[in-house]
Every structure is written in C-alpha cells, then in structure tokens.
C-alpha cells in the first residue's frame, strides 16, 4: 500500500515566489495534517482537516499561509509571497477518523533564498 | 495547554548499551494519548507506539520497552542492547481525544533526544 505521498520533495525558490507543497494521504484515511520542522521550533502543528474540513489552523503562522483539501485525495499547503524564515521540512500526516496514529509523508524540505 | 519535554537534547552511547529517552508531558485532559516516533538520519517520521491514558501496562516490542507512569505523567522509552541502527532523533508526542472526535487529534511534540550509537 503507498503511503502518505508528498511533492515536490525538494523546493528551492526565491524570497517573493509563490510556493505550493502538495499531499496525497493514505486512502481511505479522512483527517489530514500539516506540520512544520525547523531547528528553532521543532515539530509544530500548522493545520488539520477532518472529512476535507479544517477543524484548526491555530498553527498557521500568518496570512501569507493557506491550505486546501479540495477532496479527499488531496491537499495543498501555499505560501505567497515566501520568505527566508519559511524554510524548513513541510510535513503531511494522515489517519483514519477513529484511530490513533499518524502516518506522516516523507516531508518537503523547503528552502527559501 | 498541552506541552511535552523531552530534557535529553543529545544522548551519544556504545553500541550493546542500554539506553533510556525520557519524555515528561502537562495536560488538563483527562483523556489522552502518548507517542513515540523515530526520525532517522533519512528524514522520514516513523511511528513506533501510542499509549492511552488509560492504559499504563508497560510495553515492551522486541528490544524497546515503554513505561507510562501518570503519577509522574512521564512516558519513557528504553532500548535494550541498542545497535547503531538505532541512531535516530526520537521524538514524544501528546494528544488530545476532545469529546466529539473519535481518536486523538492534533500532535504536540517535544523538542526530541538525537541518540547517537557508537560502534
């Protein structure tokens, strides 16, 4: 079975451009998650969706972040305009609703000139 | 507010050592699940176990071995003979069960222990 998906797997842009991270989750799982990792701030939580439906994006830094989940099968998570302190590893996690565990994709690793 | 310490930033040992990685966590609820995760040197988050708080039989898989203490509200991991594929950054982690959402919801996580085996 494949696993939580995530592209691209590597981003390298320029302060100012529009940056999209993509996640397809596990099929059948219906919560999803996007988290952060930096050295500074660890592991952080940025947004989860619950049957396409964001339940918190408390983790969202601020308004240049957006994420959809137009389906099932799919998710974004765009930065515009990026900037240099975006840059970290961008995970996806899933899980179906009723279990416990997260699957978590092998992470985008962002980088920002 | 939920919040999970993990107090050993760096653990370096000799491979056939046995090893244990603290985890102290702070939670008003009285429902909740604990984790553990491996980030290998490759990146990715591997899931390793969850605990309810309900349930504070130890655990024990192979060579790695779980103790939930609520007194202490501590979830310690310990690896038994520990082998340089064990070098890792392992992370604990906390979750809510809110009434109303089936399973845990979001992960709070701790700063994670990079454990370094030797040979």
């Known amino acids: 079975d494949a696993g939580v998906i995530q592209s691209p797997r590597h981003e390298v842009t320029e302060m100012g451009q529009e940056v999209t991270l993509r996640c397809k989750p596990i099929s059948g799982h219906n919560s999803l998650f996007w988290y952060r990792q930096t050295m500074m701030r660890g592991l952080e939580l940025l947004i989860y969706?619950?049957?396409?439906?964001?339940?918190?994006d408390s983790g969202m830094p601020e308004d240049r972040f957006s994420a959809k989940m137009p389906n099932a099968s799919f998710s974004t998570l765009k930065i515009q305009p990026s900037e240099p302190r975006d840059s970290a590893v961008y995970f996806c996690?899933?899980?179906?609703?009723?279990?416990?565990?997260?699957?978590f994709g092998p992470g985008t690793r962002l980088t920002v000139l | 507010a939920q919040k999970v310490t993990q107090a050993q930033t760096e653990i370096s040992v000799v491979e056939k050592e046995d090893v244990t990685l603290d985890c102290v966590y702070e939670?008003?609820?009285?429902?909740?699940?604990l984790f553990w995760y491996k980030q290998p040197p490759s990146g990715e988050l591997v899931f390793l176990i969850r605990?309810?708080?309900?349930?504070?039989q130890n655990e024990i898989s192979g060579r790695y071995s779980w103790n939930f203490q609520k007194s202490t509200s501590s979830f310690n991991f310990t690896i038994t003979a520990s082998q340089v594929v064990d070098s890792a950054v392992y992370f604990c982690?906390?979750?809510?069960?809110?009434?109303?959402?089936?399973?845990?919801?979001?992960?709070?996580f701790g700063q994670g222990t990079r454990l370094t085996i030797n040979p």
């Open positions: 939670t008003r609820d009285t429902t909740y699940y």
């Open positions: 982690a906390l979750s809510e069960a809110p009434r109303g959402f089936r399973g845990a919801q979001k992960l709070v």
């Open positions: 969706f619950n049957n396409n439906v964001p339940i918190d």
């Open positions: 996690a899933s899980r179906v609703s009723g279990e416990n565990e997260q699957f």
């Open positions: 605990r309810n708080s309900f349930d504070e």
